[in-house]
Nanobody, 115 residues
Framework: QVQLVESGGGLVQAGGSLRLSCAASGRIFSINAMNWYRQAPGKQRELVATITSGGSTNYVDSVKGRFTISRDNAKKTVYLQMNSLKAEDTAVYYC?????????WGQGTQVTVSS
């Protein structure tokens, strides 16, 4: 059974930094892309960042220049370094692995940025 477990969320002041991690356990193969989504209260879930198996990255405009996604293939782990955090970054952050055999989601980790 595949499980994704996020960590690293918390409360931070505006302008601060956090690093999220998402580690996969279980038999998971052919990971095409690793993604971070977020969902703020009353809003739809949005794709924040993606990193492909080849290392290409993509970001939503609102986090470009502030967030960096990276991955460790050997550890089946994806990271999201978040700098210069803003109040509008407050949300539950989810990792999602897109594989040949389906998509897997983590349970989410809360990020709260105080202004």
């Amino acid at each position: 059974q595949v499980q994704l477990v996020e960590s690293g969320g918390g409360l931070v002041q505006a302008g601060g930094s956090l690093r999220l991690s998402c580690a996969a356990s279980g038999r998971i193969f052919s990971i095409n892309a690793m993604n971070w989504y977020r969902q703020a209260p009353g809003k739809q879930r949005e794709l924040v960042a993606t990193i492909t198996s080849g290392g290409s990255t993509n970001y939503v405009d609102s986090v470009k220049g502030r967030f960096t996604i990276s991955r460790d293939n050997a550890k089946k782990t994806v990271y999201l370094q978040m700098n210069s955090l803003k109040a509008e970054d407050t949300a539950v952050y989810y990792c999602m692995y897109s594989t040949r055999y389906g998509d897997y989601w983590g349970q989410g980790t809360q990020v709260t940025v105080s202004s």
